[in-house]
């Protein structure tokens, strides 16, 4: 009964590189999150995926930022030519459907991305 | 835009005693509000919520108080306890089943034993 998992928890990146983070949700969900948090402030909702669909990326800045949630396998954020300002814990979290209100979103334990 | 608001980074509190932390937000079109606990090196973890029909809501040591007027709400642990140390997010949503859900920077408490 493995709740959402995160990979990798910590993630050190130069400059430039690109950075994959992992995200498997909760065994019977279908709706995926992706939060991030800068030091010394909240989560910032960033994207919202069902299978093999981008339902809601309003909060994922325009460039360098995609997502995916395939049919088979973890959703994955990627973020390409790294730059410092991306350095923050990015969390993950699914629920079984696409409401919010109820608390029915579980989080991942996040990864750490640090941008040298 | 920083929407929800908690002035308080840190509170300590003695165990036994009330823990009140404090949330506000400037958009009148906040209507549903959550409070998160998070426990370092873990994902935030889902306390408590209240609509705004409501004014309160309670579940055993955890009440939540919603004050639409003055765009404030708080969460009241009481009895305080040392496993209930963490840090709170106050987060709020306009519409329920909406998708942009506004996180405050969190309080972080500490109940003394």
């Known amino acids: 009964n493995a709740g959402v998992m995160q990979n990798p928890r910590h993630l050190v990146r130069r400059r430039g590189q690109e950075a994959r983070l992992r995200c498997s949700p909760m065994?019977?969900?279908?709706?995926v999150y992706w939060y991030r948090q800068l030091p010394e402030e909240g989560l910032k909702f960033m994207v919202y995926l069902q299978k093999e669909n981008i339902i809601d990326e309003s909060g994922m800045p325009k460039e360098r930022f995609s997502a995916e949630f395939p049919k088979e396998g973890p959703s994955i954020l990627r973020i390409q030519q790294v730059v410092r300002g991306d350095s923050a814990a990015y969390f993950c979290a699914s629920s079984p459907s696409g409401s919010w209100g109820s608390g029915e979103q579980f989080f991942g334990p996040g990864t750490r991305l640090t941008v040298l | 835009d920083q929407q929800v608001k908690q002035n308080s980074p840190s509170l300590s509190v003695q165990e036994g005693r009330i823990s009140i932390l404090n949330c506000d937000y400037t958009n009148s079109m906040f209507d549903y509000f959550l409070w998160y606990k998070k426990y370092p090196a873990e994902g935030p973890t889902f306390l408590i919520s209240i609509s705004s029909i409501k004014d309160k809501n309670e579940d055993g040591r955890f009440t939540v108080f919603l004050n639409k007027s003055a765009k404030h709400l708080s969460l009241h642990i009481v009895p305080s306890q040392p496993g209930d140390s963490a840090v709170y997010f106050c987060a709020a949503l306009r519409g329920f089943g909406n998708n942009d859900m506004r996180f405050g920077a969190g309080t972080r408490l500490t109940v003394k034993p």
């Open positions: 065994k019977g969900h279908s709706h």
